[in-house]
């Protein structure tokens, strides 16, 4: 039972273009979300997180949007720059039930930007 | 800073044979936990820590053993190594995972192979 889905194993994207990242979820108690960065031969790194008081989070390049009624958000890099390329993963948390203490990845998106 | 360190960085096993996946965080972590990264899989959560002497179970907890004896080390053990645990195991940590510091810190992973 996969809670958090990244339906798109890669995307390709121009230097200087959008990138946008899916991750659907089905776990109504997931309250937290969160996008990781992962180069080869590392452990992931932390990108960007929303909570779902938000439908909306910043920072610079990256934007997170979530839909809470589609079980849906997306990770969105402008302008797409060579050195994202990585695997992005999203993740959920949830307050409580049986998710409390626990963080629930996706299976990940290969993103390569081309120059 | 050191940050989360695992040792060793590769491992080879043969089936049957035991072993222990170190992993220490400096960083007074009260969370600690291991994942497993597997091809289409993405991030499986392991076992997981609140806090020393607290261990729960993850996702997929069959074959490994963990304690939390003090806040920094939380060692994986595989007690009799089978094929199916060839994979790379990263050890994550992170203030509180239900806070606003909500981003886990990971290890740079250890790559194991079971023959």
């Known amino acids: 039972d996969q809670q958090v889905k990244q339906n798109s194993p890669s995307l390709s994207v121009q230097e200087g273009r959008i990138s946008i990242l899916n991750c659907d979820y089905t776990?109504?108690?997931?309250?937290?979300f969160l996008w990781y960065k992962k180069y080869p031969a590392e452990g992931p790194t932390f990108l960007i997180s929303?909570?779902?008081?938000?439908d909306k989070n910043e920072d610079g390049r990256f934007t997170v949007f979530l839909n809470k009624s589609a079980k849906h958000l997306s990770l969105h890099i402008v302008p797409s720059q060579p050195g994202d390329s990585a695997v992005y993963f999203c993740?959920?948390?949830?307050?409580?039930?049986?998710?409390?203490?626990?963080?629930?990845f996706g299976q990940g998106t290969i993103l390569t930007v081309h120059p | 800073n050191a940050g989360v360190t695992q040792t060793p960085k590769f491992q080879v096993l043969k089936t049957g044979q035991s072993m222990t996946l170190q992993c220490a965080q400096d960083?007074?972590?009260?969370?600690m936990s291991w994942y497993r990264q597997d091809p289409g899989m993405g991030l499986r959560l392991i076992h997981y820590s609140v806090g020393a002497g607290i261990t729960d179970q993850g996702e997929v907890p069959n074959g490994y053993n963990v304690s939390r004896s003090t806040t920094e080390d939380f060692p994986l053990r595989l007690l009799s190594a089978a094929p199916s645990q060839t994979s790379v195991y990263f050890c994550a940590s992170s203030y509180r995972l239900r806070s606003a510091n909500e981003k886990l810190f990971f290890g740079s992973g250890t790559q194991l192979s079971v023959l």
């Open positions: 776990n109504s108690m997931f309250d937290y």
């Open positions: 993740a959920a948390s949830a307050a409580g039930g049986t998710s409390y203490g626990k963080l629930t």
């Open positions: 960083m007074n972590h009260e969370y």
């Open positions: 929303i909570s779902s008081i938000k």
